[in-house]
């Protein structure tokens, strides 16, 4: 797991192997404690130099062993050995080095990398803190602020940032291992005391307690409940105030409390949740590593509204020669000027040139005759996106990929417009598409599984988490929104406000409360898809039917204000006030609460007492609980692609796992009891009534996340 050579001689070189990032095993641990021990007792042996196999150095930690009994030498006494060394040790750092890998890099006593590599100390976003030294030895080779900013965030660097910043001593576009044992042999022989980190006061900083306040305030504002960002400030705030054998028991400390935390489990599982998304498989059997998916050079979108602008961005960006089809022809100029902008902003964020000259735009359909895949992107409109559909296929060459972005509509209805409906599948951008990371590549039953490689490849290359769902209403993430909306309607007839439910969902981590969410994306919106599906009864119905559709509770409060023009932020009105259009600041607004007083008087509703438990409750558990029909139904392959949409798309906490993860955490049987009692509440809400798969899953003893595929395997290979 560490292979030993000698290496001009007087060289040695140890190589990390453990493909493919070379994590920190305890094999691997054990391969650097022995080859390292041979180096420093080898009188041949000059200088070290420690490289990781197949251009990785090594990205950390093995996070598959944390979750058991941990053997093998610990890391800690392993890197003060190194950094303790007599003979000097260079790190000659390709790819990356993350985390552990990082630390190891820092107990070396000089530090070679690629201008290719990316170093950091990610363990923030796995609710861990850097804690082989990281957290101590970093602010005393870069400063304190530099390294709060490093591990609280924990973002990747370039070799170039790393090098500016003082964490590599030197930047090579050449053989890195070349020049680190050159390096090595340059500086063997020469004093090491003033290479050991660990030794190095922390660089003074003016008003430290004003600084530590200010980054604390701010990563308490941005963690919305996350523990570990808290833990790597203070880690830091020991390095800066503590010496060094303190600061580390301080490390350690802090670690203990996130190590073992229910949010350091939610995070790793989101970790593998995003892998294991990419591995995707369809109910014919199809999948992932059996499908070839086709190349694409050259795309088109057609329709250049928000969404369409979006995704040409993100195509461009991508590399992509984009043609962009608008008809109409002021759209197309204000759609033109709104894409170059965004690729200008993009580009100069990112240090690149923008992608201005790989997109054409077009007035004319017949200018996409030679792409390679179409991304439709119009109104959301059935009528319309079938007449489009079909003037692509006539136009179309052979064999291009028909997509269309639609967020609800029948995929499978529009493949069938085609005459090659397994060319067809949907693609389900989130707003803006450039910048939101979720893809949901919807296929139909005739989706052909080259047709959903070479979309889910496309996501990927496009830098989202794109995760393969089946053909239904609204797909996953939109089907599981609808109840839970429908849920905080009920919670106002109640006698809840939007503030408390807000609350009660903002302490729990989302960025927005559903009302506040529902002001932003417009309340239109949903109005426009509740009239096209005949729930909407112009003028507010009275007496009992005002709250009934189609047998089952209704609320029409979302139609009564849009009755009223409040369309949120855009209309300054909706559930909130806001001070002009589009303004982010939400501000109670008196009237929607005499508006709600008025409307539970006339229905006959006494307002009684809600908390946030049951907010709580009635909101996550009734999406879950369609996350359950989504798993029954084969819409989702697993709970890892529930979760991922979620955590990636819609604001679910991420140090919550998702809403099937966060299920699991509470406990099946507990979410069970809770949806039948506020079904027994509400007989007339079929979205409370618990999923039979939860039922059987509570019945097989509440089998951990990863072992539920194996109860909905039995169910499905039973029917
Ligand atoms: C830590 O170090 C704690 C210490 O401070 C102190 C402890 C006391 N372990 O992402 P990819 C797997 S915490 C185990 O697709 P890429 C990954 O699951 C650690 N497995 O490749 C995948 O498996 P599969 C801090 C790992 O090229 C495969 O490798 N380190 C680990 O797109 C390929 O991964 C981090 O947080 C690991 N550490 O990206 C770094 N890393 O094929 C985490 C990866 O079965 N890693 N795997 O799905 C990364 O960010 C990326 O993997 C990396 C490569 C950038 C390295």
């Not at 794109?466 to 109840?483: H, I, Y």
């Not at 409040?566 to 501000?587: E, L």
Request: overall charge positive; proline content about 6%; charged content about 20%.
């Amino acid at each position: 797991m560490a292979a030993y050579k000698r290496v001009s001689e007087s060289v040695a070189l140890i190589t990390l192997q453990n493909p493919p990032v070379n994590a920190l095993s305890a094999a691997v641990r054990q391969g650097i404690v022995d080859t390292v021990e041979r180096a420093l007792s080898d009188p041949n042996v000059t200088a070290v130099v420690i490289c990781g196999q197949n251009g990785v150095f090594c990205g950390g930690a093995d996070i598959k062993e944390f979750g058991s009994n941990m053997s093998g030498p610990p890391l800690i006494p392993m890197i003060h050995a190194i950094e303790s060394a007599n003979k000097p040790v260079v790190a000659a750092i390709e790819g990356s080095a993350l985390g552990g890998g990082l630390e190891l890099a820092l107990g070396c006593h000089y530090r070679i990398a690629h201008s290719k590599a990316r170093l950091g100390l990610p363990e923030v976003s796995l609710g861990l803190l850097p804690a082989a030294g990281g957290s101590q030895r970093l602010p005393r080779l870069i400063g304190v602020p530099a390294a709060l900013n490093l591990i609280t965030t924990g973002r990747h660097v370039t070799a170039a940032e790393a090098l500016q910043l003082g964490i590599v001593d030197q930047v090579t576009d050449h053989n890195t291992v070349d020049a680190a044992v050159k390096f090595a042999l340059s500086v063997a022989g020469r004093s090491l005391d003033p290479r050991r980190i660990s030794t190095y006061p922390c660089p003074q900083q003016p008003d430290l307690d004003a600084l530590f306040e200010e980054v604390m305030q701010k990563v308490r504002r941005s963690a919305r409940g996350a523990i570990a960002p808290i833990a790597c400030v203070q880690a830091v705030r020991a390095a800066a105030t503590l010496p060094y054998t303190q600061g580390m028991a301080r490390e350690q400390e802090l670690m203990a409390t996130l190590f073992t935390s229910g949010q350091a489990r939610a995070l790793q599982y989101c970790f593998f949740a995003q892998r294991a998304v990419g591995r995707w498989r369809m109910p014919s059997g199809a999948r992932w590593d059996t499908s070839k998916p086709r190349p694409v050079h050259k795309a088109a979108v057609i329709g250049l509204g928000t969404m369409g602008r979006g995704i040409t961005v993100a195509l461009a960006q991508t590399g992509l020669s984009v043609i962009a089809v608008e008809t109409q022809e002021k759209q197309l100029m204000e759609a033109k000027q709104a894409v170059s902008g965004m690729l200008e902003r993009g580009a100069k964020r990112r240090g690149v040139a923008p992608a201005l000259d790989r997109i054409i735009y077009s007035q004319n359909i017949q200018a996409v005759a030679d792409v390679d895949l179409v991304i439709e992107a119009v109104f959301e409109d059935v009528a319309l996106k079938t007449k489009v559909f079909k003037q692509l296929s006539a136009v179309c060459k052979p064999g291009t990929l028909l997509c269309t972005n639609t967020s609800a509509l029948d995929v499978d209805q529009l493949a069938s417009e085609t005459p090659n409906p397994e060319l067809v599948v949907g693609m389900h951008f989130f707003a803006p598409a450039h910048v939101m990371k979720l893809l949901e590549v919807v296929y139909g039953p005739r989706s052909s599984p080259e047709a959903v490689a070479t979309a889910m490849q496309l996501g990927k290359k496009m830098g989202k988490a794109s995760v393969a769902v089946g053909n239904c209403r609204g797909f996953v993430g939109n089907r599981m929104l609808k109840p839970y909306v429908e849920q905080a309607f009920f919670l106002l007839e109640e006698g809840a406000t939007p503030e408390l439910v807000d609350r009660a969902l903002e302490e729990f981590g989302f960025p927005m409360g559903v009302f506040t969410m529902s002001d932003l994306s417009g309340l239109d919106v949903g109005w426009r898809v509740r009239k096209g599906d005949g729930l909407v009864e112009p003028g507010g119905a009275s007496g009992r039917s005002a709250r009934v559709r189609q047998g089952r509770r209704y609320s029409p409060l979302g139609d009564l204000l849009c009755e009223h023009g409040r369309f949120g932020q855009k209309t300054c009105r909706g559930w909130y006030q806001y001070d002009k259009p589009g303004s982010r600041v939400a501000r109670s607004d008196p009237w929607l609460h005499s508006f709600l007083e008025a409307y539970r008087a006339e229905h006959g509703l006494v307002a009684r007492r809600i908390d946030h438990q049951e907010v709580l409750e009635r909101c996550l558990y009734a999406l879950i609980n369609e996350g359950f029909h989504i798993l029954d139904d084969g819409i989702a392959a697993g709970p890892e692609d529930i979760d991922v949409i979620y955590v990636s798309g819609y604001g679910w906490p991420r140090h919550r796992g998702g809403p099937m993860f966060y299920a699991n955490m509470v406990g099946l049987a507990k979410v069970l009891e809770r949806l039948e009692h506020y079904h027994q509440a509400h007989p007339d809400v079929p979205h409370l009534q618990p999923c039979s798969l939860l039922r059987r899953l509570v019945a097989s003893g509440s089998p951990p996340i990863h072992r539920w595929g194996e109860v909905i395997k039995k169910l499905h290979s039973q029917l």
